[in-house]
């Protein structure tokens, strides 16, 4: 591979901290700095790379520490472990600025900033940096809904509930003014002006700022205004794809939206040129080619498990919470959305293919059975739902 790499800054004791750069044939670097988001509770720590192009260009941003202690463990009544809590509210952000620095940028050298999606893990540090320098933002116009929005992160908390609650999920209760003690105002709204929202795949061309070095890639499924970035010019035999949350590796990413994400992973896999995937957790993947056909493989054996686990009737939450249907463990008596959703998905689309049927309701709680067939069978259906971009997903 041409592609160069070099560590400027390893990780510290609590895995992040990292500054890694990508040198580029002709010379243009990508850095990557990797900032504190919670592990096994969460998707690990944040990569967050800046491209060097005609103008200075940032991708995601990360958490503040402050509200991943919150959103991953206070919100969800888990245990905090010891290191976590010791660390200073605004660790996240100093990993950032100091990686900056590692490398001669400064905040103010940042003119524009693209967010792979809005999920907050991906954003809310924007906040400082527009503070410290005056960036430019852009995102997917399906996502700038959650990131344009002062309160998004409490409305899909209060909505959730009671979708996790029909889950069968044990959801913590607490009032809004529970929800917020503690937080200073300003701390709550972490929004950010979306000035380029993205409605189109090709080169990038964000009013003044144009380049053929990068090409946006739309890519829904994790979220529905999940994007990928290609790197690399048009003449070039090797390019890189920052592919946020949609691509990681050794973890698998939580689809939002399962026939969207399958359908993307088509589109990806005929990429040509794609030597190296950088995505916002994890490890880098280097074989494109290889990985999408894993993360298929791993959606349809998760896909039948669902469908076997419903011989007998089971609620979303009974599933997430079975042995092996997770890599870790998934503790039944607490609240964890990421785990529920995962399950839920696939049920949904077993019921798109007539897999699987609600059976009945326990109160709020619903429950879902299985057709009998042989699940290859209801397998092919669901590959003919992926196959038929004409068919329309409500």
């Not at 001669?104 to 809310?124: N, Q």
């Not at 700022?209 to 090409?215: E, G, L, P, Q």
């Not at 990413?253 to 995505?279: G, Q, S």
């Amino acid at each position: 591979m041409d592609i160069k790499e070099k560590i400027i800054r390893r990780n510290t004791e609590i895995g992040s901290g990292r500054v890694k750069q990508y040198i580029l044939p002709k010379g243009r670097k990508i850095t990557q700095i990797t900032t504190f988001c919670p592990d096994i509770i969460g998707p690990g720590p944040t990569h967050i790379y800046v491209i060097e192009d005609e103008t200075l260009i940032m991708v995601d941003t990360g958490i503040p520490t402050n509200m991943a202690k919150r959103l991953f463990y206070s919100w969800r009544k888990q245990d905090m472990p010891q290191e976590v809590n010791v660390l200073p509210e605004d660790y996240s952000e100093i990993e950032l600025m100091t990686g900056l620095e590692a490398v001669g940028y400064s905040p103010k050298d940042i003119e524009l900033i693209i967010i792979t999606h809005g999920h907050v893990d991906h954003y809310l540090v924007g906040k400082t940096l527009v503070e410290r320098g005056r960036p430019k933002i852009s995102a997917h116009v399906q996502d700038t809904d959650r990131i344009c929005n002062p309160w998004a992160i409490s409305k899909g908390v209060f909505e959730g509930r009671p979708k996790y609650q029909a889950m069968g999920m044990p959801v913590p209760e607490y009032s809004a003014q529970e929800f917020y003690q503690g937080l200073d105002p300003e701390t709550l709204n972490m929004s950010l002006k979306v000035d380029y929202p993205i409605s189109m795949d090709g080169p990038l061309s964000l009013d003044s700022i144009k380049s053929d070095f990068i090409t946006v890639k739309h890519s829904p499924g994790h979220s529905p205004g999940s994007i990928c970035l290609i790197v690399g010019s048009p003449e070039d035999a090797e390019k890189i794809l920052i592919c946020g949350d949609t691509l990681l590796y050794p973890i698998t990413p939580h689809p939002d939206n399962l026939v969207a994400y399958l359908r993307t992973l088509d589109d990806l896999e005929r990429l040509e040129k794609i030597a190296l995937c950088l995505p916002a957790h994890g490890r880098n993947i280097r074989d494109l080619y290889g990985r999408i056909p894993f993360l298929k493989k791993h959606h349809r054996s998760r896909l039948e498990f669902t469908y076997s686990a419903c011989q007998v009737a089971k609620n979303p939450w009974e599933i997430a919470s079975m042995p092996q249907y997770f890599d870790v463990f998934v503790d039944p008596d607490k609240f964890n959305p990421m785990a529920g959703n995962e399950a839920f998905i696939h049920i949904k689309l077993l019921e798109m293919a007539n897999g699987l049927y609600r059976a009945y309701t326990d109160g709020a709680v619903h429950y879902f059975k299985n057709s009998g067939e042989r699940f290859d069978d209801v397998y092919e259906r669901v590959l003919k739902i992926i196959d038929d971009r004409t068919s329309t997903v409500l």
